[in-house]
């Protein structure tokens, strides 16, 4: 973040700097994981072409518990929504795609776990009314979902643990500046140090449109197609 500020530094005094004032944040251990082997997840090539969902809880200072519905564009790893809510019913997660479809555009594929909210028949309805394909990972299978899965552990970390949630409109005011810090100022490692609205910006710059616009994309300078 200094750096893209234009500040000149030195890692190991900022480090330093850093610890003294209390601001790193924990993180746990990552557990072993097994050796097996797994189906390659695709790599889109264009902006709406998928998008993965899922959900969290947390509770408020008073005990009781809330949800966090997230999508996640595969591509840009731009934040698309984060509803929260006491009860995040099917209906309330179709509203959400909703909202984010008239702000951005439709996708082409929602991937998803097996939830009773994903897996209802409104939602499989709304699919279809839509022209949009749900896709479903293998039961006890997150990996098969990790793009949200890896945004779920910043919101966790860097959202949900950092504050006390006192009810559900200061839950959903914290969480929408947390999303919008994410997508607009926080840089992000797997798309070169740029905000996911900056590499977005720049695909439309570059003349790759969303796949909501029905004209082929391909995006040879993510940085996710070196790794293939």
Not at 18 to 36: D, E, P, T
Not at 45 to 74: H, I, K, L, Q, Y
Not at 127 to 133: K, L, P, S
Not at 143 to 159: D, K, L, Q
Request: charged share 30%.
């Amino acid at each position: 973040m200094l750096v893209r500020e234009g500040w000149q530094i030195n890692r190991k005094r900022v480090l330093r700097m850093y610890q003294a004032l209390g601001l790193q944040v924990r993180r746990k251990k990552r557990k072993q994981v097994s050796r097996a082997s797994r189906r390659p997840k695709t790599v889109p090539t264009r902006r709406n072409e998928s998008w993965s969902m899922d959900f969290m809880s947390d509770a408020f200072t008073d005990g009781r518990s809330f949800r966090v519905f997230n999508v996640v564009d595969d591509l840009t790893r731009e934040a698309v929504a984060m509803d929260v809510g006491v009860s995040l019913t099917a209906q309330r997660v179709i509203r959400a795609l909703e909202r984010a479809i008239e702000e951005r555009g439709k996708p082409r594929r929602l991937t998803m776990d097996n939830g009773p909210e994903f897996t209802s028949r409104a939602l499989d309805a709304w699919a279809y009314r839509r022209g949009v394909e749900l896709h479903f990972i293998r039961p006890g299978k997150p990996v098969e979902n990790a793009y949200v899965e890896s945004f779920n552990g910043r919101v966790r970390e860097e959202c949900l643990n950092q504050h006390c949630f006192r009810d559900l409109t200061a839950a959903q005011a914290i969480v929408e500046d947390w999303r919008v810090d994410y997508n607009e100022i926080r840089p992000h490692s797997s798309l070169d140090n740029a905000t996911p609205s900056e590499f977005a910006a720049s695909m439309e710059e570059e003349g790759y449109p969303s796949s909501s616009t029905g004209q082929a994309l391909a995006c040879p300078n993510h940085p996710l197609n070196n790794e293939r």
